[in-house]
């Protein structure tokens, strides 16, 4: 079935300013929240709308991603690099109710799905180029070595929950901006899991899970740039209640280099050459990614001149292309001469019809007499 317009679905313009986006958001959610419409599903599920759409439009990234591409362009792929929302839609319905809404208690108590997890690393603009293979070391949850993932120190089996009587919730009373209300809530004493263990394990408080580190290998390709990031689905936090595992993104940043800065998949660098050999004509060595290549260097080049040294660049992501590498030649006039190089330059100045220590002539002196 076809989405509805975000902009449709929240009633603003498209043109918009985000106080008209949350104020027109925060109408609907009071009108279709679940607490106040218990068995609407019809409501329910236009609430899961808005919430989706207010979580699109009021951010920047995400409202031009889809002003551009629409519904398309808030799908990522299953892997790979893609853009991505750390923290999900959420509860959004906290917003209004905090943290222990009913459909939390509910949802703690049934099998969820682990939180996905970030990991920042810096690789060199080389291996950014060519890809690289690493191990790295991640925060996360494993079974207690003490006793044995069962969270008793005797060993003995969880029992009953006397708080919630093993339901994971509890009911409580609340002050809302709708006056006093009633909500189901997960269980302050089992969270949610409906069993308590009687003797709980110190190492992990009755949990039977700890925090460790664990290693990864991840596969950078070749071509990445900053800012983008690689999912491996499966290697976040574990779920709770045998609850699948989240995800892990690797956000990738690339250092800056010496001698090349990049733009998209193409490089730039900047060579020096002496007077003499933009003026004659050279044969020059410049580096590459790929090692030394060589340019011809024309009779009378100035500087500033640009040369391209075709698929010297970056790979494509996704594709075979390659970038480009363009060298763009300075001319270094000598700041000491000899007098040999005085005598010389003097009779070439002369060969050219040109007077040194004279009062000017030609365009400069009407350019300067233009500021006089």
Known sequence: MEKQDYYELLEVPKNASNDEIKKSYRRLARKLHPDLNPGDAAAEERFKQISEAYQVLSDDNKRRQYDTFGHSGMNGGGGGFEDFGFSGFGDIFDMFFGGGGARGGRRQHRPSRGADVRYDIEISFRDAAFGKDAEIEIPTIVDCEKCSGTGSASGSHPVTCSTCGGSGQVRQVSNTIFGQMQSVVTCPACRGAGRQVPDPCRACSGSGRVRAMKKVK???????????????????????????????????????????????????????????????????????????????????????????????????????????????????????LNSKQKKLLSEFAEAGGEELRRPQTGPLKKIIEMFK
């Open 218 to 336: 991840i596969s950078i390709p070749a071509g990445v740039d900053s800012g983008q990031k690689l999912r491996l689905v499966g290697e976040g936090e574990p779920g709770e209640l045998g609850g699948p595992r989240g995800d892990l993104y690797v956000v990738v940043f690339v250092a800056e280099h010496e001698f090349f800065k990049r733009n998209g998949q193409d490089i730039f660098c900047e060579v020096p050459i002496s007077f003499t050999q933009a003026a004659l004509g050279d044969e020059i060595e410049v580096p590459t990614l790929r090692g030394p290549e060589k340019i011809d260097i024309p009779a009378g080049t100035q500087s500033g001149m640009v040369f391209r040294l075709r698929e010297k660049g970056f790979p494509n992501l996704r594709g075979k292309s390659r970038g480009d590498q363009h060298v763009m030649v300075k001319v270094v006039v000598p700041k000491k």
